[in-house]
């Protein structure tokens, strides 16, 4: 199955490439496809449930020789989401990307970015993460660039150059922490460092990989890159970043800061906690000061950043299960709302809130797919934004830590200020024409996979009780190391 999970989205991608020529095969193929993976994880999923943390060494090389495919509860909920999003915006692709990008090959570039994505996911060892980091920056290098318009150009050497920067720091890191253990299993390497001395030298390397995952993760004040790239390309590439991209450095975040650098945790995670505060903060208030729609949820994207790392920060079982559901629901919402964005350009041909506005008197039903995830994201209830941010705040509180508390709510009100402001100027602003008369139509591929991410955002707050019981496990298998590393190296030493 872990196999599956990762030669799947391969494989279609090859098949993709392949029938190149066969746009309207390629279309169906990637919701077949899409469809397949999915259930793959699921199936994973529900084996982690069942069985505990799943693993493979491949070759039949024991570990930590041969390169290890490990599944925990927390990997596997990150491949359901993965695969549900895939299958949502191969959907959404059909209605939005033109035929001259898919003959360029955009679907085979989207499975080949998947297959990195969960690669990652999966990884055992620190050298094949970077391996499926770099799948992933080909890929999406290559997908923000796809179309050859000059905005695509210039954000995509805004993204290249940082993020390659992000890809030589990890491989340093990678280079240390192998002379200093001789290992580069994930596992293995936890019990190792507990005995490097001087320990100090393993707190440099953690700092080094926090600066690389940052990068990768638009962490302040590294961020920088991201607003100036993701709104350039079409908005199914930008909502397909918006949910894993950033996600995957800060997945990578959670798994080596909770089983690799945890002795000196005093310094690394406290380092952590501030500088979630700032990028919720940066971000918030680059958000505020937009007009263009996506480079106000781009600026969103990095402003929720800081609330996933708030939960490891805090460093606790319960502050760790309240940041995987925060993942969880901040993927969903705000994938949303970039494919809510993207149907309000077919509407109006632009995303400049200063030229949008009578969309609820035009399309009802369009203000409330964008009103849903929006307050979710603000943090109103009953919405799966609340219950995240109650559960960071309670672990705040509980920890005593009252300053970044004080953050995640005020930064809780200005995103409810900026989501006002898009609902003001785009849907609730007249315009000079007549509000009732029909806008264009809208293509029924965008409307239908953008109504199934709204609804399951939604169910993501109805549900939050099972979905925070399964964060709570997660986090009750990364919070004990010894259980990870049993399940790879077969038995703690």
């Not at 660039?145 to 990678?174: D, H, M």
């Not at 925060?326 to 993927?331: E, G, K, L």
């Not at 991410?453 to 399964?470: I, K, N, R």
Request: glycine share 8%; with cysteine; aromatic share 12%.
């Amino acid at each position: 199955m872990i196999v599956f999970v990762v030669i799947a989205p391969l494989t279609f991608a090859i098949l993709m490439l392949l029938l190149s020529n066969r746009p309207q095969i390629q279309r169906w193929i990637s919701l077949l496809a899409s469809a397949t993976i999915l259930t793959i994880a699921v199936l994973i999923f529900r084996l982690t449930l069942t069985n505990g943390i799943q693993t493979i060494q491949a070759g039949n090389w024991r570990a930590p020789f041969g390169i290890t495919l490990v599944v925990d509860t927390f990997s596997a909920v990150m491949l359901v989401i993965s695969g549900a999003l895939a299958l949502i915006l191969a959907a959404y692709s059909i209605g939005q990307i033109d035929p001259q990008r898919t003959k360029a090959g955009f679907y085979p570039l989207f499975f080949f970015l998947l297959t990195g994505v969960n690669g990652a996911f999966c990884a055992g060892d620190l050298f094949n993460l970077y391996v499926w980091f770099e799948v992933m920056l080909m890929a999406s290098f290559v997908l923000i660039a796809l179309g050859g318009e000059r905005t695509q150009i210039e954000g995509a050497v805004k993204y290249l150059i940082p993020n390659l920067l992000a890809s030589t720091l990890f491989l340093c890191a990678i280079g240390l922490l192998y002379n200093m253990v001789g290992t580069l299993n994930m596992a293995e390497m936890a019990l190792r460092l507990n005995h490097v001395q001087p320990y100090g030298q393993v707190t440099v390397v953690a700092v080094l990989l926090l600066i690389a995952f940052g990068i990768k993760s638009a962490l302040f004040p590294l961020f920088f890159w991201l607003p100036a790239s993701y709104h350039t390309p079409p908005v199914t590439i930008t909502a397909l970043f918006s949910g894993l991209l950033t996600k995957v450095g800060v997945y990578a975040l959670y798994r080596v800061f909770t089983l690799l650098f945890t002795q000196d945790a005093v310094y690394t995670h406290t380092l952590i906690l501030i500088l979630a505060g700032f990028t919720m903060v940066t971000g918030v208030f680059g958000a505020t000061a937009q007009t263009d729609m996506r480079r106000l949820l781009s600026f969103h994207i990095i402003s929720q950043i800081g609330y996933l790392l708030m939960g490891l920060g805090l460093f606790r079982q319960q502050a760790l299960a309240a940041g995987m559901y925060f993942m969880v629901h901040v993927i969903l919402a705000k994938t949303a709302l970039f494919m809510v964005s993207g149907i309000i350009f077919e509407l109006k041909g632009s995303y400049n809130l200063k030229k949008l506005g009578g969309l609820y008197a035009a399309k009802p039903s369009l203000s409330l797919m964008f009103l849903l995830p929006a307050l979710s994201l603000a943090g109103l209830p009953p919405l799966s934004g609340f219950f995240a941010k109650l559960v960071l705040i309670i672990a705040g509180f509980e920890l005593q830590q009252y300053l970044i508390v004080a953050v995640g709510l005020f930064v809780s009100f200005f995103t409810l200020y900026s989501m006002t402001k898009i609902w003001n100027e785009a849907f609730w602003k007249s315009t000079s024409e007549d509000a009732h008369t029909t806008v264009a139509r809208v293509n029924a591929w965008l409307w239908v996979p953008t109504l199934a991410l709204v609804a399951l955002s939604t169910a993501a707050g109805v549900l939050a009780a099972p979905l925070y019981g399964v964060c709570q496990m997660a986090a009750m298998q990364i919070s004990n190391p010894s259980t990870y590393i049993t399940a790879v190296l077969g038995a703690m030493p």
